[in-house]
């Protein structure tokens, strides 16, 4: 008897947020079941509603909002997690969780897993070539972390460059490779 695998989808807060929507059906479709953590900041893009519309279950986002239950979120959502993919991924994102920082639920649920994170980029080209950003990436994929690289397009700038997130069946595939 298979299991069905729990994939957390961490999304935060970049223009390419609304790809997240197609990433979370095709996962269902997979046969994944999928629970969203959204940053603060992604709320300001899209509601929590769109997402619990569409994967029919609770979004959770604040790292001390009152719980439908008493469990721990953090703790109980790393917990059941067998890959967490966080899609998009800011370079702020990535900065934290590679300096440690656990300062929201998405960063708190990455610090607690023992699950594989796989991380999806997307930004303007400048903040993914940034030194910093790059020896962020460099760092976590020397503890393990699983990228999907972005890919060359239009930005949200205008401009075309590398920074957009990957093809959502790209990311789909990697998921399956992982889990």
């Known amino acids: 008897m298979n299991k069905t695998k729990n994939i957390i989808l961490g999304v935060s807060a970049s223009i390419a947020i609304y790809k997240a929507c197609d990433l979370l059906r095709r996962l269902q479709q997979e046969g994944f079941a999928v629970t969203v953590v959204m940053t603060p900041e992604s709320q300001k893009l899209i ?8 994967s029919g279950n609770q979004v959770f986002s604040g790292l ?3 719980q ?6 953090h703790v109980t959502l790393a917990a059941k997690a067998d890959l967490v993919v ?12 590679a300096g440690g920082i656990s300062d929201d639920l998405l960063t708190c649920v990455v610090c607690a897993a023992s699950a594989p994170v796989l991380i999806c980029p997307a930004m303007n080209e400048g903040m993914y070539l940034n ?3 790059q020896g962020n990436i460099k760092k976590l994929k020397s503890l393990d972390y699983k990228f999907v690289e972005p890919r060359k397009g239009r930005l949200a700038c205008g ?5 957009c997130l990957a093809e959502i069946e790209t990311i789909v595939k990697e998921v399956k490779n992982i889990v």
């Open 47 to 54: 509601s929590p509603l769109v997402f619990e519309s569409l």
């Open 64 to 66: 001390f909002e009152t």
């Open 68 to 73: 439908r239950n008493w469990d721990i979120a």
């Open 86 to 97: 966080i899609a998009p991924a800011t370079a702020n994102i990535i900065g934290k969780i």
């Open 131 to 133: 030194r910093i950003t």
């Open 159 to 163: 401009d075309i460059g590398l920074g």
